[in-house]
């Protein structure tokens, strides 16, 4: 009976469900006992409760951080056991010169004054969210976030949207990557040169309809020279920028009540006030079909 979502992050590799973070198991034990009691009914004790949580259901309360590198884990568990293949092994030692270049890639990109985009969409934000009982049974409707952040500035854009608009698909991530560098090179057209980040995810980052949404920036925009697009390593993030703004988010709503995409909208001006972030309120014709125009062009020929 209570409103779950699926994995922001492994939902390809995994069927687990997350409920609200506001929810805990004795708090759901809660709510089963005023509800028993209405039907008529005698509650079970806590320990059969919490059994059937665990054993019946694949049902987690704390969403996954992040995913963590299956070849990194292979050879944790594998090292322990002392079973570690030559295959294996050469393949790890190519994925951590992989990883430590990126590092060494984005930390010239850092110190570099080539302005840099570092841009993730968030976990899933629900609505409504409040402490009403009622208001743990009922479906919620899924609120997206794509944060991004620019280096010059410090500024932090948020492109929202609800899923009544778009899905998370690439072609609303690509929308959305558009709306924000549209609104970053209207404030500032001095950029001629611009360097963007993001994890490696093909769907929605590392494929044709990004690629297209950025020519189609180069298009409007002509006084750019360049826009370089360059992707963590698969599992190994290193846009923390973003990752710390969403965990400043998180913490803020944590404690906030909120009834539909406007109020949460207003939550999200309020997170920092030292610096408000740059919020864009995602509407229908900002969604553009970068899909069944990339399929015209010879993006195929790109081993995303």
Request: proline share 4%; aromatic share 10%.
């Amino acid at each position: 009976m209570f409103s779950r979502v699926e994995s922001h992050y492994c939902r390809e590799n995994s069927k687990k469900e997350y409920l609200e973070g506001d929810l805990s198991l004795k708090k759901m034990y809660e709510l089963y006992i005023i509800f028993v009691q209405e039907k008529g009914y005698s509650p079970v004790k806590f320990c059969i409760y919490r059994n059937i949580f665990c054993t019946k259901f694949n049902i987690s309360f704390n969403k996954p951080k992040k995913d963590r590198c299956d070849l990194c884990a292979e050879i944790e568990i594998k090292g322990k056991e002392e079973n570690i293949s030559e295959d294996l092994q050469c393949t790890y030692e190519k994925h951590l010169k992989e990883k430590q270049a990126m590092r060494e890639e984005r930390k010239r990109d850092r110190e570099n004054s080539t302005p840099v985009l570092c841009f993730d969409l968030e976990n899933v934000l629900t609505c409504p969210k409040a402490e009403i009982k009622n208001f743990f049974y009922k479906s919620k409707l899924s609120v997206y976030n794509l944060t991004a952040h620019l280096s010059i500035t410090k500024d932090v854009y948020c492109a929202v949207w609800s899923e009544t608009l778009h899905g998370r698909t690439g072609n609303g991530i690509a929308s959305a990557v558009y709306k924000i560098l549209d609104r970053i090179l209207q404030e500032h057209p001095e950029i001629e040169e611009m360097i963007l980040w993001s994890d490696s995810c093909v769907p929605q980052n590392k494929n044709s309809l990004m690629s297209f949404a950025i020519a189609h920036v180069l298009q409007k925009f002509r006084h750019i020279k360049s826009i370089s697009m360059k992707f963590s390593v698969p599992r190994h993030s290193c846009i923390q920028e973003v990752d710390a703004v969403h965990s400043i988010i998180e913490r803020s709503l944590r404690k906030s009540e909120y009834f539909s995409p406007v109020s949460l909208l207003r939550l999200l001006f309020k997170v920092n006030n030292r610096k408000p972030y740059k919020i864009i309120q995602m509407s229908p014709e900002d969604f553009l079909d970068f899909q069944s125009h990339s399929i015209k062009l010879g993006y195929k020929e790109i081993p995303f």
